[in-house]
């Protein structure tokens, strides 16, 4: 029994020291397989998605485990890559946009920059043609294909074409079926056609102002067509502030020119009336010396007369000679008779008696009443009863007591007949007889009414621009200064935007407040550029009550109408950083 039991006791232990064993080598296999697997997600963390997993020293559940951590790595990895793409690009034309000068350089630079950002092969933009009297329509206004500029002159009409019909449902058109027809692709290797189309309206607030189409032998992604999408809006809103600055620099233009044209027409009336007193005092002069002639000759003839008898022959001479002169006076009557019929003609002339009663008027006065007096009826008739001034008592008194007593007078009437108004330009002047006194008033006037019109029609459109001026002034972000950098004037939006009371700024200057001020050197030509007569702009980060801002920042000179600059003008457009890149996000 003993050496049964002893027997037992080997066998025993002979089997645990196995099972052991196996055991043992269990465990080491399993912690190999750990080791592993934590190797691999410490190379994934650290970016390397390369790392080679040996399917035989992982099992099977963790192998599939790793392969799904690995493409949720890749797919986290991809999408990180597009969202840095799209934003790089966004602030990448954003810059571009900022720096173009016009609706040609806006549409070539960004089809250019924006077919080698996304490794396209062909584009065009169609600007809506705002300037077109008839229909409106798109014009082509740039084509870019492979790095050559074509310049072709297209226009389509609103429906017509993709483009025409992107305009029209104000939504983007993407086509893999290319349709036949559509312009081949060229290169050095032949002709072919592109394999997907994007074709999208430019258009900001519901409204738009251009169609984008690109081509391409590569299909375009989802992340590239969101992000055509959003750069559509930035080129629309470039298209959008340059016609609204084209505009308002083309009123100010137009209200300059009305101004300097009114100006020249008044100092031409001016010189015309001068012209026309001129030829009255000649008149006067000419109508004495007549006079004097006259009374010479009758005391000539009356000597003659007592000396007939005695001097016969001596009379016949005399009288040859008064026959020559009275020609010559015939003569001088006539050309003064030619001046008066055309003064006559081209002017209203009235006379008036001393108590302001009308004793004469040409025909040309009488169009100035219609069919509502004749000459005859006009007679007599009061001066008070027609003009404006008589509703003023103590200055019409005044008026006709200065031409009683021999002064002339130049002033600007107003008459009402029938129900419309005139204005005329008139010269009052006394007449007298050879003692001096006053015996008549004479009334030479010509019609400014439709000059005087026009100033007040202008004066209306210059009220309008500038009622225009301030309310874009009250509802954007500006400040005015004057040429050495003055505050002069901002706009309540401005203090708002900054939290700072009113009068804030009153006594203060741009340098203080702007940063390039830091840089003395660089902030004098800063200011010496602008007051070249050039515009500046610039984007810059700050921190607003808590809220931090991208503010695009723009100066601009602001003109007298000889070209000289007189102030600056500051706009600011603030962006909300936290809703960027929520969009963005998004």
């Given amino acids: 029994m003993k050496s049964i039991s002893r027997i037992k006791n080997q066998l025993f232990k002979g089997i645990f020291k196995k099972e052991l064993q196996q055991y043992s080598k269990m465990m080491g296999e399993q912690q190999q397989i750990r080791d592993n697997a934590l190797h691999i997600i410490q190379q994934f963390s650290q970016g390397n998605l390369k790392v080679k997993m040996d ?150 607030n519901e409204e738009v102002y251009g169609v984008m189409e690109l081509a391409s032998f590569q299909m375009f992604e989802a992340f590239e067509l969101e992000f055509l999408n959003k750069l559509s809006e930035q080129l629309a809103a470039s298209i959008s502030s340059f016609n609204l600055n084209q505009k308002t620099t083309l009123l100010l233009e137009e209200s300059q020119l009305q101004t300097e044209q009114l100006r020249a027409q008044e100092e031409e009336m001016r010189q015309n009336t001068e012209e026309l007193m001129a030829t009255q005092e000649e008149m006067k002069k000419r109508q004495k010396e007549l006079e004097r002639l006259k009374t010479d000759l009758e005391s000539e003839v009356f000597k003659r007369t007592e000396e007939i008898q005695e001097q016969k022959e001596e009379l016949e001479q005399q009288l040859e000679e008064i026959n020559t002169t009275q020609e010559s006076l015939h003569k001088q009557k006539a050309e003064m008779e030619g001046v008066l019929l055309a003064i006559d003609y081209a002017n209203y ?33 009061n001066h008070r009863e027609f003009d404006e001034l008589a509703k003023q008592p103590e200055a019409y008194q005044q008026f006709w007591g200065r031409l009683r007593k021999g002064e002339a007078i130049k002033k600007e009437g107003v008459v009402q007949i029938g129900g419309k108004t005139f204005y005329l330009e008139e010269n009052y002047t006394p007449v007298k007889n050879k003692e001096g006194e006053v015996v008549k008033i004479l009334n030479l006037a010509h019609d400014i009414t439709k000059v005087k019109e026009l100033s007040l029609q202008n004066a209306a459109k210059e009220r309008e621009i500038k009622d225009v001026l301030n309310t874009l002034n009250k509802a954007i972000i500006s400040a005015t200064f004057d040429f050495d950098g003055n505050y002069l004037e901002v706009s309540p939006e401005f203090c708002r935007f900054f939290n700072d009371p009113e009068g804030y700024y009153d006594g203060k200057r741009d340098r203080d407040f702007n940063p390039l001020a830091s840089r003395p050197d660089q902030y004098e030509k800063f200011w010496k550029h602008l007051q070249s007569g050039k515009s500046y702009e610039y984007m810059q980060n700050c921190e607003i009550n808590n809220k931090k801002y991208l503010i695009e920042t723009i100066y601009s000179p602001i003109f007298t109408t000889d070209k000289q600059v007189e102030k600056i003008m500051l706009i600011l457009k603030p962006f909300d950083l936290a809703k960027i890149n929520s969009s963005v996000n998004a």
């Avoid at 493409?71 to 173009?100: C, P, S, V, Y």
């Avoid at 349709?179 to 081949?184: E, L, M, R």
Wanted: charged share 25%; hydrophobic share 40%.
């Fill in 55 to 204: 399917d035989s020293t992982l099992s099977d559940e963790i192998h599939g485990a790793l392969i799904k951590l690995k493409d949720h790595f890749i797919e986290k990895e991809k999408i990180e890559h597009q969202r840095n793409w799209t934003n790089i690009g966004l602030a990448k034309f954003a810059d571009i946009l900022r720096m173009a000068n016009s609706e040609t350089d806006i549409a070539y630079i960004v089809l250019k920059e924006v077919i080698h950002y996304l490794k396209a092969n062909q584009g065009m933009i169609y600007i809506v043609d705002v300037e077109e009297e008839e229909e409106a329509c798109l014009v082509l206004e740039a084509c870019y294909a492979y790095d050559r500029k074509k310049y072709l002159h297209k226009k389509i009409a609103i429906g017509e074409g993709l483009a025409g019909q992107a305009y029209l449902e104000k939504a983007p058109i993407y086509m893999t079926d290319i349709p036949n027809g559509y312009p081949k692709i060229t290169s050095g290797l032949g002709d072919a056609t592109a394999r997907n189309i994007y074709i999208i309206p430019l258009m900001v």
């Fill in 349 to 381: 002339l009235a006379e008036f008696s001393t108590d302001g009663k009308i004793t004469y008027v040409n025909d040309q006065f009488l169009t100035l009443f219609g069919k509502a007096f004749t000459k005859e009826s006009l007679i007599g008739k």
